[in-house]
Structures are given as structure tokens and as C-alpha cells.
Nanobody, 110 residues
Framework: QVHLVESGGGLVQAGGSLRLSCAAS????????MGWLRQAPGKERDLVAG??????IYAESVKGRFTITRDNAENMLYLQMNSLQPEDTGVYYC?????WGQGTEVTVSS
């Protein structure tokens, strides 16, 4: 099974940007589904952005602000987050097929 490690989280002011990275220990080129999920304090883990065979999908709340990309050559998955808002705060998890990372925390201050 592929091992995933996220990085790039941190504390940022509202309106700022962060880029999350997910490094996979093996090839992700054959993965059909991958994505980033967010777990806000006291809430369930929800999909923020994903890549499927049909293209990219985004939660309504992040459309136009977040961009998910993959680099098959480097076995990396990214999430560019712009115009961050306090409601974007949470732990962000990388998912590739049935593998999960340990999460990276994002805190957006108002």
C-alpha cells in the first residue's frame, strides 16, 4: 500500500494562501481517485477537492479558491489554497485510492 505524507499546513491570516503537498511512497499514476479532505473541529471529514476519471471536483465552499493538481512523475498531490477564510480551518488529509496520510493542520485567523 502506498504511504502518504502531507505537508504545507500552518497558521495564516484570512485572505492568505497555502499550498499543501502530499508525497506518495509509490506510484500514483494508476490511481483512479485521489483527493483532499478536511476535518474541521467537531465535524466530520468532508471532501474539499478530488480528482476522478471524469475530472476534478470541488466542494462548493472552495470553488474558485482552491486548486487540486497531481504530478504523476513525482508521485505528488497538491492543493493550492487561496483567499483562505477562517472556515477553512481544519486538518487536511490526503487520500489516494484507499491510502490516507496523517493530516496537516491549517489554521486561518480572522
Amino acid at each position: 500500500q502506498v504511504h502518504l505524507v502531507e505537508s504545507g499546513g500552518g497558521l495564516v491570516q484570512a485572505g492568505g494562501s497555502l499550498r499543501l503537498s502530499c508525497a506518495a511512497s509509490g506510484s500514483i499514476s494508476s490511481a483512479v481517485t485521489m483527493g483532499w479532505l478536511r476535518q474541521a473541529p467537531g465535524k466530520e471529514r468532508d471532501l474539499v477537492a478530488g480528482i476522478t476519471r471524469f475530472g476534478t471536483i470541488y466542494a462548493e465552499s472552495v470553488k474558485g479558491r482552491f486548486t487540486i493538481t497531481r504530478d504523476n512523475a513525482e508521485n505528488m498531490l497538491y492543493l493550492q489554497m487561496n483567499s483562505l477564510q477562517p472556515e477553512d480551518t481544519g486538518v487536511y488529509y490526503c487520500n489516494v485510492s484507499d491510502a490516507w496520510g496523517q493530516g496537516t493542520e491549517v489554521t486561518v485567523s480572522s
